[in-house]
């Protein structure tokens, strides 16, 4: 039973250019949740999204950056004209149904280097 | 709004030693209160819960409880061990939207040495 995958595992980008992240979440999970770590910090939240729908984005930098669900396929978290300072670890998370059961399954990241 | 805070790291022990990672929350409401663990490279697992005030979470030999009257969840283990290395991260439940939103603290960074 895979756990939750993300790719690419390690990303470098050159200011400017975008940077696409994905993630499939576990299967039978519905709920996906994106978090921004910076070097040496705790994990910041960024988006919860459920399939086709975006359902809280108050992490979310106004600019630049968006995600989606689409009904198939995996989770994308997009940045757009990269800077330096969005070189981070972006983890995604999954979880099979609305609620607080507060377990949430973590895929290994996405490690992100802006040149 | 939410937060969480905990000890600043890194702590270091010796093999053996007796750990204690403080964690305190300021919410509204009454949260679920985690406790996360990230090995080098790896993502978060969850290493244990507490949903309700005076519950004990426990796994792995840790231990947690849920101390409403002073709004904290303090990781302990009696015996640390070389292999719990690994930054460790306080979390509650976001009440808001109903969901499994987590908020974080900042880690504890834990280095053990034989």
């Known amino acids: 039973n895979a756990g939750v995958m993300q790719n690419p595992r390690h990303l470098v980008r050159r200011r400017g250019q975008e940077a696409r992240l994905r993630c499939s979440p576990m299967?039978?999970?519905?709920?996906v949740y994106w978090y921004r770590q910076l070097p040496e910090e705790g994990l910041k939240f960024m988006v919860y999204?459920?399939?086709?729908?975006?359902?809280?984005e108050s992490g979310m930098p106004k600019e630049r950056f968006s995600a989606e669900f689409p009904k198939e396929g995996p989770s994308i978290l997009r940045i757009q004209q990269v800077v330096r300072g969005d070189s981070a670890a972006y983890f995604c998370?999954?979880?099979?149904?609305?609620?607080?059961?507060?377990?949430?399954?973590f895929g290994e990241g996405s490690r992100l280097t802006v040149l | 709004g939410n937060s969480v805070t905990q000890m600043e790291g890194p702590v270091t022990l010796s093999e053996e030693a007796f750990l204690t990672i403080n964690c305190t929350y300021t919410?509204?409401?009454?949260?679920?209160l985690f406790w996360y663990v990230q090995y080098p490279g790896e993502g978060l697992q969850l290493l244990l819960k507490?949903?309700?005030?005076?519950d004990k979470g426990s796994n792995k030999g840790f231990e947690a409880t849920y101390r409403k009257e002073t709004t904290s969840f303090h990781l302990e283990k009696g015996s640390v061990q070389v292999s719990d290395s690994a930054v460790y991260f306080c979390?509650?439940?976001?009440?808001?939207?109903?969901?499994?939103?987590?908020?974080f603290g900042t880690g504890t960074r834990l280095q053990v040495f034989p």
């Open positions: 998370a999954s979880s099979p149904r609305t609620g607080i059961t507060g377990e949430l399954f």
């Open positions: 299967k039978g999970h519905s709920h």
């Open positions: 999204l459920q399939k086709e729908n975006i359902i809280d």
């Open positions: 919410a509204t409401g009454y949260p679920s």
């Open positions: 507490a949903t309700k005030a005076d």
């Open positions: 979390a509650l439940s976001d009440l808001k939207f109903n969901t499994d939103k987590l908020i």
